[in-house]
């Protein structure tokens, strides 16, 4: 069965927590099992922590990375919305406070050029220089062999004209 990869980490957060709910591990052996919000609310958490590049490790996304940082803000992410924000203040306060480079999917903007165009315009810059270099190239004489290269050379190919050996 192939699942969506948006709702993966959703469903890996719902199963650890009823698990741990189940076992009885909570702050106490008689503490409550999470009510419906709270197992929502961590969902939100886990999604929208997904949906933002650690800035320390820089190639995980904060609900993967182990970071110090990474786990603050998914602290932060948690308690904003406890407090009833909605993921469009979740992110509007990670990009006023870290700029777009913290989201994965960064706005098209005259910014966040580079961040889009920049692999593009490296590979067109390496594709230039190397037209050129060919193009240069074809411009210059072909050095012969001298005499002791051709002798070597002639033993050579004499030595091979019998063709493949079996």
Not at 65 to 81: M, P, T, W, Y
Request: hydrophobic fraction near 40%.
């Amino acid at each position: 069965m192939v699942s969506h990869p948006d709702r993966l980490p959703v469903r890996w957060t719902v199963a650890l927590l009823c698990l741990v709910a189940l076992s009885g591990t909570g702050a106490s052996a008689g503490a409550t099992a999470p009510s419906d919000r709270d197992l929502h609310d961590e969902a939100r958490v886990r999604h929208l922590a997904g949906s933002f590049r650690c800035l320390v490790c820089q190639n995980q996304s904060l609900a993967d990375s182990n970071a110090e940082l990474a786990a603050d803000l998914r602290d932060k992410i948690g308690e904003q919305v406890r407090q009833g924000a909605t993921d469009e203040q979740v992110q509007a306060y990670m990009v006023r406070r870290y700029g777009d480079f913290v989201l994965y999917r960064p706005p098209l903007k005259p910014v966040t050029w580079p961040l889009w165009f920049g692999p593009f315009a490296v590979l067109a810059a390496g594709a230039g220089v190397l037209l050129g270099t060919i193009l240069r190239r074809r411009g210059l004489p072909v050095r012969g062999l001298n005499e002791d290269e051709r002798r070597r050379m002639d033993a050579w190919l004499a030595s091979h004209e019998e063709g493949p050996r079996r």
